[in-house]
């Protein structure tokens, strides 16, 4: 049979990403190899957290070997030492830029650790660090752009939230501990979500939806709505959203089927998964009104994530996430509903439409469901332009049509058709 492609070019993003490394450990080997940061790594490793740790002599040179490239960006997250002479090693510098380039845009996150450092001294470049810096000027002249990089890289790094060890003003080993646990929950607390067998269409949507959560701050609460008709994906997204950002919060819950939920057990079951969930503990509470009360005493302190999905009333949202006040500061709220107004009601003004898949992602997840494959024989290809036009974007629609034609020729498709058996 003569099989072709019906696509000239489908980008693929992988939403439950495996990693080579759950860390990579960026530092200043003269100031602290032999010490803090050998003693950190141990301890990550000692907990099971598979760490990159350069103790085999890769940053030799000036340049970034393709060997450190590729273990930055096969790590899950990546935790930069930030020492007294950190700055005046141009390799140091060109990492941090690589760094900061590729794993924060595609939304990882990024641990400083200001050891032996003033924020304020790597935030402004000032004292050793506007030192290193005036002396790279010099060094570099010619080429300017390249150290205002490194200026802005420096700057953006400061302005994270991290962690601030001065020698001699506290136990060394007591913060080695709290940077491990904190880390270790962060990797070890959940799996990330099943976001679909064949997810098309989803990249750009992430990015916009993650650019309304603005995870990177930590100034207030974001409350963000997606909504759009039944089958159009929004449970889809927020799964795919849930797994981009999930690293940057201390606690998480994706409340699924909110509204049949609801309607079967009560709010009151609601409530007591999602306490579960943070607490990590089973929990049974009496009423709605303990439950708010539950909540907002659970979650004032805390950076949460949470997800409602197919939320359908306002009491819902009442009784699991009242107001933005519940929670601590830069924790996000994601609420998918079918009801555009039902956001305005509870006061939402972050909202994202769903909109259907074009034609090209439209045929490929048919094609997919109905073949398991993205190439199809000739004769087929009449038949399915038909039915993508008849699903109008609808990814729903189309996985169950294309899994309700799986193995059937193309005659028993046009007959299918021809019936209006979709």
């Not at 997919?368 to 993205?374: C, P, R, V």
Request: net charge negative; proline share 3%.
């Amino acid at each position: 049979m003569d099989l072709q492609s019906p696509f000239s070019s489908i980008h693929s993003f992988n939403y439950e990403h495996e990693w080579t490394y759950d860390v990579f450990l960026s530092f200043r080997g003269k100031d602290t190899r032999y010490g803090f940061t050998s003693n950190l790594y141990e301890a990550l490793s000692r907990k099971g957290i598979n760490t990159f740790f350069d103790d085999d002599g890769i940053q030799s040179g000036d340049e970034i070997t393709p060997t450190l490239v590729k273990s930055i960006e096969e790590s899950r997250i990546a935790i930069i030492v930030l020492s007294p002479h950190y700055a005046a090693s141009s390799f140091c510098l060109d990492e941090l830029v690589h760094i900061l380039r590729y794993i924060k845009r595609n939304n990882r996150l990024v641990v400083p650790v200001f050891y032996d450092v003033d924020p304020c001294d790597v935030r402004h470049q000032i004292n050793r660090f506007g030192e290193a810096m005036a002396k790279h000027e010099q060094r570099f002249k010619n080429d300017l752009n390249k150290v205002q990089k490194w200026r802005d890289a420096l700057h953006q790094v400061a302005n994270l939230s991290g962690y601030h060890f001065k020698p001699g003003k506290g136990y060394e080993h007591r913060f080695i501990g709290n940077i491990v646990d904190n880390i270790s929950k962060r990797i070890t607390r959940r799996l990330a979500l099943h976001v679909a067998d064949h997810p098309v269409g989803l990249q750009s949507q992430v990015s916009e939806v993650a650019l309304l959560l603005d995870v990177e701050s930590n100034a207030g609460v974001h409350m963000v709505g997606i909504y759009g008709i039944g089958g159009i994906g929004k449970t889809t997204l927020a799964a795919a959203v849930y797994n981009f950002i999930a690293d940057h919060f201390e606690d998480l819950c994706f409340l699924e089927n909110v509204r049949e939920n609801s309607n079967r057990h009560g709010l009151v079951h609601l409530q007591n998964i999602l306490l579960s969930e943070i607490l990590e503990k089973e929990i049974k509470l009496g009423s709605v009104k303990k439950g708010t009360s539950e909540i907002q005493k659970t979650l004032c302190q805390k950076k949460a994530l949470l997800v409602l999905d197919d939320v359908d009333d306002p009491e819902q949202l009442k009784a699991i996430a009242g107001k933005p006040e519940w929670f601590g500061c830069g924790s996000r709220v994601i609420i998918t509903t079918r009801d555009k107004h039902l956001l305005t009601l509870h006061g939402v003004e972050r909202t994202f439409e769903v909109q259907g898949l074009n034609e090209e992602d439209s045929l490929n997840l048919l094609t997919w469901n109905a073949f398991k494959s993205d190439v199809v024989s000739p004769s087929y290809m009449n038949v399915l332009s038909r039915v993508v036009t008849y699903a109008s974007g609808l990814p729903l629609a189309l996985e169950v049509i294309g899994s309700n034609l799986f193995g059937k020729d193309s005659e028993e498709w046009e007959s299918e058709w021809e019936s209006n058996k979709f």
